[in-house]
């Protein structure tokens, strides 16, 4: 069982260039989440979906694009990378019904922008 | 709005000492609490949760955490660390209501287990 796969697990983006990280789970999740991971500031809600085609802004949603075209798939795109933009990125995914469903999250993808 | 504060970012411990980490949380509604930990370089995992009945909650590795809510707190112990409980441990909390499942983290802990 593969779970939340994230690619790449690391890249380097110069300022100004537009990326998008990938988000895969293979468990019939209805919700997924982007977090990023900044050193002291624990972890932030970036974006999120309930289900396919419906996606909402976490937390700090600016510089950032997501959107839910199948269950499974759920890309964060960078428009134009900045240096702020330099974070340990995770995708996140549960089930919605039922509450307090345990998030399972994927392994993390290392950012740097420079 | 919710929020949680872990007040020690970091706290070294010795093996086979017992240790305790901080958690309290701020909300207006009913919650439910979460402790995950993350190991170097990986991604968090679920360690305990509490979402109702007893308030005393349990892992499998044997940590336990207690829902106070008088204290709205939900700190973590372990009575005796091993070198591999060395990891960020943080704590969380969801909307008892909410319709989706957002978790609100807190900064984290970092517990270094020393021989």
């Known amino acids: 069982n593969a779970g939340v796969t994230q690619t790449p697990k690391f890249q380097v983006l110069k300022t100004g260039q537009s990326m998008t990280l990938q988000c895969a789970q293979d468990m019939n999740h209805e919700y997924m989440s982007w977090y990023r991971q900044d050193p002291g500031m624990g972890l932030r809600l970036i974006h999120y979906s309930v289900g396919a085609g419906i996606t909402d802004q976490g937390e700090v949603p600016n510089g950032y694009n997501v959107s839910r075209s199948t269950t499974e798939d759920f890309p964060l795109r960078l428009l134009s990378a900045a240096p702020s933009q330099t974070s340990v990125y995770f995708c996140?995914?549960?089930?919605?019904?039922?509450?307090?469903?345990?998030?399972?999250f994927g392994e993390g993808s290392w950012l740097t922008v420079v | 709005a919710q929020s949680v504060t872990q007040l020690d970012s970091q706290v070294p411990v010795f093996e086979e000492a017992p240790v305790e980490l901080r958690c309290n949380y701020s909300?207006?509604?009913?919650?439910?609490l979460f402790w995950y930990v993350q190991y170097p370089n990986q991604g968090l995992q679920l360690l305990l949760k509490?979402?109702?009945?007893?308030?005393l909650v349990e892992s499998i590795n044997g940590f336990e955490a207690e829902f106070n809510k008088s204290q709205t707190s939900f700190h973590l112990r372990k009575p005796s660390v091993h070198i591999s409980d060395t990891a960020e441990y943080f704590c969380?909390?969801?909307?008892?209501?909410?319709?989706?499942?957002?978790?609100?983290f807190g900064t984290g802990t970092l517990l270094a287990v020393q021989p």
């Open positions: 996140a995914s549960s089930y919605s019904t039922g509450r307090g469903n345990t998030i399972y």
């Open positions: 909300s207006s509604v009913s919650v439910y």
């Open positions: 509490y979402l109702s009945g007893s308030t």
């Open positions: 969380a909390v969801s909307e008892g209501g909410g319709a989706t499942n957002k978790l609100i």
